[in-house]
């Protein structure tokens, strides 16, 4: 059986160094066997969310769009890849309108605690970028606010975090061999 790999773009600059990074997970992804799903988000219809709260009690939002395709794909991978750049500390919008949107398939509430509609079995990886150069990325919460907001959604999920590669600075002209490895690791 077949290893699933959902691959999410989620910045505008398909040969950036988030795209590269992706680019290099589906190339490594490709070699191990894994049959993957490419999504550019930046390509999709993805309506923003109404506050309607149907899609908490249904599991699926009522607005008809590439949402429900996204929602389909993310229930039947074995792995979630979202490489998105920083944006002010944050995701890009159509990342943030896409957890927005996907809330229903990610979890319902209860009385205490959201309860996961994802499985434990699925895992994800983050892949972010940012002009600000290392360490200051980190220090000064730009990378670290993107990842977080990304975990978030998909700890909440109830998916199984598999790790993260940061690409800080503005030289980016050829993906680092530290990045490369951890790739490779992450995808065994």
Not at 65 to 81: A, H, P, T
Not at 136 to 154: D, I
Request: with cysteine; net charge positive.
């Amino acid at each position: 059986m077949d290893k699933k790999l959902l691959a999410l773009l989620g910045s505008p600059h398909k040969d950036g160094a988030t795209g590269t990074m992706l680019g290099y997970v589906l190339q490594i992804a490709g070699q191990q066997g894994w049959q993957i799903e490419f999504v550019n988000l930046y390509e999709q219809r993805i309506d923003y969310c109404k506050g309607c709260r149907v899609c908490i009690k249904t599991g699926n939002c009522v607005q008809k769009d590439d949402v429900q395709k996204m929602s389909r794909l993310i229930r039947e991978c074995d792995m979630v890849v979202l490489a998105a750049p920083v944006y002010w500390a944050n995701v890009p919008a159509v990342v943030k309108n896409l957890f927005d949107r996907l809330l229903g398939v990610a979890m319902e509430e209860t009385k205490t605690f959201p309860k996961a509609r994802l499985s434990k079995k699925q895992k994800y990886f983050l892949l972010t970028s940012c002009n600000t150069p290392a360490p200051f990325s980190f220090l000064c919460g730009q990378s670290t606010g993107a990842v977080r907001r990304m975990k978030e959604f998909f700890k909440t999920s109830g998916m199984k975090y598999a790790g993260k590669c940061v690409w800080a600075g503005q030289d980016k002209k050829t993906l680092p061999i530290h990045i490369k490895k951890k790739i490779e690791n992450i995808l065994k």
